[in-house]
């Protein structure tokens, strides 16, 4: 004040930015800035399913088992799905040949656990979680330097190219199905956990088999530490900018390139862990395992929104507490329920639960 005359403030030099000399309409700290929200609607969809199914099994022992064992599918399901997520989400590649590196997990973990049978039935927990960490170690290894191969001989010279990405990943899933028979045999394998992941945990009258629990563990820890990296750390916020302006952040001295070669061999990495826990809880392993669970991952990715990671979690655990409660309900819907759960949400929401973008 000058007189009673209110000075301009001065605009012409730089100054930094705070919370007393902000921009009209800017906010300066990070907290201030303006937050996305979460569409809870989504959230609510497997509690809700829950609640739905409980009148309909009657027993609430026998719902606690259907529900424990959905989640645990549904578990296994989003860490099968969730490479697959992260390869389309954040770099636009439609990957049919997703299901090979499930199936060279599975096989991987197979040539490790089967050798070490002595570790794998020993009543040990020591020696059961070393050597279950030893199997998937192996098979995120393999699966993720297969990735690495695939991506610079397959899917490099496809990208941005739907059609022919869907053509050629699908050729190259095919050819190392018959790799995989060429190298460990035609022959269905047997494939247990080690002795103490087997066995029930009670709930009161319900029984509840300790891999499950297992999976829901890992699947939970799994998904925790996908949100953090890609929302909390630096690595993530380059990936996400250079899927909305790699031109700009290139621009900047990054190598986007080197970013995205690694996103795709983590998401192999993670197909091969799903391999491991599934081939776990199915207890046999063929080398059209991973043909056999590209339809359910489809089906989660279509149902999460395109490449989103929480719509997929949703969604994956939508359709392990369907395909659960009714096979137990019903046991004829049970072959095209996950079907049907699709066709609902989309006729609810087109895009899905959580649309990454306008594809």
Same mark, same amino acid.
């Given at each position: ?195 103490? +992941?087997? &066995? #029930? $945990? /009670?709930? =009161?009258?319900? %029984?509840?088999?300790?891999?499950? !629990?297992?999976?829901? *563990? ?94 997929? +979690?949703? &969604? #994956? $655990? /939508?359709? =392990?507490?369907? %395909?659960?409660?009714?096979?137990? !309900?019903?046991?004829? *819907? ?26």
């Amino acid at each position: 004040m000058n007189g009673g005359v209110m000075q301009p403030q001065r605009t012409s030099e730089p100054t930094p930015m705070t919370t007393s000399t902000v921009l009209p309409g800017v906010s300066a700290a990070p907290a201030d800035l303006p937050k996305v929200r979460l569409d809870w609607t989504p959230l609510a969809l497997a509690p809700l399913l829950m609640l739905i199914a409980l009148p309909l099994v009657g027993s609430p022992s026998t719902w606690l088992t259907l529900t424990i064992a959905g989640l645990a599918m549904g578990m296994i399901i989003f860490v099968v799905s969730s490479g697959l997520t992260l390869v389309f989400g954040l770099m636009d590649v439609l990957n049919f040949g997703h299901g090979a590196f499930i199936a060279l997990g599975a096989y991987v973990a197979a040539s490790v656990l089967l050798p070490m049978q002595a570790w794998v039935e020993a009543d040990s927990l020591a020696l059961n979680l070393g050597v279950f960490a030893l199997a998937i170690a192996a098979a995120m290894l393999a699966a993720g330097a297969v990735g690495l191969f695939f991506e610079r001989v397959v899917v490099r010279p496809v990208y941005g190219q739907h059609l022919k990405q869907i053509l050629i990943t699908m050729g190259g899933m095919i050819v190392a199905e018959q790799l995989i028979k060429a190298i460990w045999g035609a022959e269905t394998i047997a494939l247990q956990a080690p002795a103490t +992941f087997r &066995g #029930a $945990v /009670l709930l =009161g009258d319900a %029984a509840i088999e300790k891999y499950r !629990l297992i999976a829901v *563990v890992l699947g939970l820890v799994i998904f925790v530490a996908m949100l953090l990296v890609l929302n909390r750390t630096r690595i993530g916020l380059l990936i996400r900018a250079g899927v909305e302006n790699r031109e700009m952040v290139e621009s900047l001295g990054y190598r986007i390139r080197r970013l995205f070669i690694g996103v795709f061999v983590v998401g192999a990495a993670l197909a091969g862990l799903g391999g491991v826990l599934w081939g776990l809880y199915q207890e046999n392993i063929t080398a059209a395992i991973g043909s056999q669970v590209n339809v359910l991952i489809f089906i989660v990715i279509i149902i999460g929104g395109l490449g989103s990671t929480t719509g997929c +979690f949703i &969604g #994956a $655990v /939508l359709v =392990g507490l369907m %395909a659960n409660y009714t096979g137990f !309900l019903f046991p004829k *819907v049970a072959l095209f329920s996950n079907i049907l759960l699709m066709m609902l949400i989309l006729l609810w929401r087109p895009q899905g639960l959580y649309p990454v973008a306008k594809r």
